[in-house]
Every structure is written in C-alpha cells, then in structure tokens.
C-alpha cells in the first residue's frame, strides 16, 4: 500500500505510530508495512484475533483519518429540494467554517430533517431532494458513509451512557481513538472547559452515569470541540440546563467550524449569523441576524444575567421577594 518504512509512517501520522506501538508484535521500522506483514507468522497475528489484510486496511484508514482533518472543507451549499407538498424551496444555503447558522420552525416542520439532510450529505435521495455539496462538488462515497472519513459530528439531545468509567478515563479514550498525541494534557484540557460550561463543577475521576444532564452536555460539548476532527457541528438544542450556552458556542465557533443549531432560544438565536426559518417541511426563508438583533441581543443578555441569578439564590435555598434583577 506504500513504500514508506514503518518508522516513517509512525512519525507522520500519529494514530498510526500510537496502534502499532500498542501491538504485542515486534516492530521492524526499517521495513515497509507490507514487508512487516509478510513476516510476521499467520499464527501470530491470528492470536490476536486479526489477518494481515484487516491490519493493513486500519493503518490505511489512521492515514486516511488524518488526510480528511487537513481536507476541511471551505464551504457545504445547501441546493433546496421541496417542501411536504411537493413545492421547491427558495433557497440555496452557503455554510462556511467559524459561521452559525440556527435553524427554526414549529414542531413538526422539519428542523430535524434539515440536520439530517446535512448530516448524510444528501444527494437527493432523501424524502426533501435536497442536494449537499462540499465545496462545489457532490461528496465522494467514502466521505458520506465511512465513519472514519465523516465530514459532520452530531450531538443529539440523549446521552445516556452505558459505560461506566471515570471521565477522565472516557475522555482519554476519545483522545486515543482520534490520534491525539498528548492525550494526558488535553484530556484535563477537555474536562477544564467542559467544567467551565457548567455550573456545578465535576472531578476528572467522577464516573460518567453520576454526571447530572448539564454536566454530561457539558462534557459533549467540550469533547466535540475539542477532539472532534469533524469540521461540521450539528446541535439539535443546546439545553438551558447548566450549560453555559453562550460560551459552548463560542468554543465550537472557536475551532473554525460549521455549527448548524436547531433551537428557539432567543439567545441563541440571535448570537447565530443567521436563521432559516422552516414551515412545512421547506425552507420558507434566510434571515441575516440584523444590527438591530444584535443591540436586542444584548439587552437580553442583561436579563438573562438577571434570570441566571435568581436561578442561582433558588438553588441555594434563598427567596425572591424585593431585590430583583435591575431590568424587571
Ligand atoms: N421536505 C419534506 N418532505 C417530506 N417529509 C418531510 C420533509 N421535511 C420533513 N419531513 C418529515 O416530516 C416529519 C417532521 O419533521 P421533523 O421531525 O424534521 O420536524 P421538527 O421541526 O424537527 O419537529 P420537532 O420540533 O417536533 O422536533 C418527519 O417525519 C420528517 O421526515
């Protein structure tokens, strides 16, 4: 598959180097991959429930995880399909890396369809004929459909874990699974910031199933963030329990990706670039966040300051009577 010696593979490509170190096999890095393979007794490798064919075909794919984080994309266009009656939709929807783009609509008209759309890169062939294209072009097979090449990470409204290990032990978990290097450092990285999203702050050896809802947002988010490789971020809501929402965006914009947000906040709404607004199942329209949305935007951070305090003497047992918030 290459003429690179091992040792030149496992300096270039991380994940690659961290996989085969971690093999109980002899390494021989002045030797090709195929080289290797081909010395290595079948017996050998089958006692580690693998061929060499398997072997081969994840190191291709460490190398091909790598290649797809330098392909970000420079742009997703949206082509409209229809609505649930069959009418074409007015738009075409350009998405690029470091925007915000919210999606809203009332129940039933197709926000989640919308994220869907997204999500497999639809090349008309689901129930809307939408068409995804990443950067001009209809996305190859392998960048709809092979985990490891996906262009759109999505964090669902559930996350009810089933393992139970320490966080700290999860998150490292994630950070090896992504090539990371020096998993220690951003492990702690990724629980600092999640802790910062949320009020009640959480241990590195907390295990996950006592992590209350906002904290386990938290955590999703922190992780997405930051150990994600997917340049393309859908939220279907980011919750108002516990998790600092303004500062959650801002890391997942941070990183100079796409985010697609489903929510009604007003908050939210407004800190996105821009809104598409659903009916029917169609997009009836785009509207750019106005500077008067912008001023508004801030007036409503103020009251939502206010509601945050209130929020805060509730839980520690005190009563709102005369000293409210300075706005109400
Ligand atoms: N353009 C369309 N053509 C055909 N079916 C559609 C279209 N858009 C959405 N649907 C279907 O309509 C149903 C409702 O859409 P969806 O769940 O996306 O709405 P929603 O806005 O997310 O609702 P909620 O706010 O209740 O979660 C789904 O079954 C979805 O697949």
Do not use: Y
């Amino acid at each position: 598959m290459t003429s690179h010696s091992l040792g030149m593979l496992m300096a270039a490509h991380a994940a690659v180097a961290e996989f085969l170190a971690g093999l109980p096999l002899p390494l021989r890095p002045e030797l090709t991959l195929d080289e290797w393979l081909a010395g290595l007794g079948e017996e050998e490798l089958a006692e580690l429930g693998l061929d060499g064919e398997q072997l081969a075909d994840h190191v291709a794919r460490l190398m091909g995880r790598k290649k797809s984080v330098a392909s970000a994309p420079r742009n997703l266009v949206l082509r409209g399909g229809h609505d649930r009656h069959g009418q074409p939709e007015v738009a075409e929807l350009v998405l690029r890396p470091g925007q915000t783009t919210c999606i809203v609509g009332p129940t039933g008209s197709g926000k989640s369809r919308l994220l869907a759309d997204i999500e497999c890169l639809a090349q008309g062939d689901t129930p809307t004929g939408r068409v995804v294209l990443v950067d001009g072009a209809p996305p190859s097979p392998q960048a709809r459909f092979a985990p490891e090449c996906k262009l759109v990470a999505q964090l669902s409204q559930n996350m009810n874990f089933v393992v139970d290990l320490p966080v700290a032990e999860f998150v490292a978990m994630h950070a090896q699974v992504r090539g990371v290097t020096e998993v220690e450092a951003v492990t702690a990285r990724v629980i600092a910031c999640a802790n910062d999203l949320t009020g009640e702050k959480f241990a590195p050896d907390t295990a996950l199933t006592q992590l209350s809802g906002g904290q386990t947002r938290a955590l999703m988010i922190a992780d997405v963030a930051l150990l994600s490789e997917s340049p393309v971020v859908l939220i279907d809501e980011i919750e108002n329990a516990g998790v600092d929402r303004s500062r959650a965006l801002g890391l997942l914009v941070a990183g100079d990706k796409i985010v697609l947000v489903a929510t009604h906040d007003p908050l939210l709404a407004l800190r996105g670039d821009r809104r598409v607004v659903l009916r029917g199942g169609g997009i009836a329209e785009i509207l750019e966040t106005s500077a008067a949305e912008r001023r508004a935007l801030q007036r409503l951070e103020r009251v939502d300051a206010g509601l945050m305090e209130l929020r805060d003497r509730l839980r520690h047992g005190g009563r709102i009577e005369e000293d409210l918030p300075s706005w109400s």
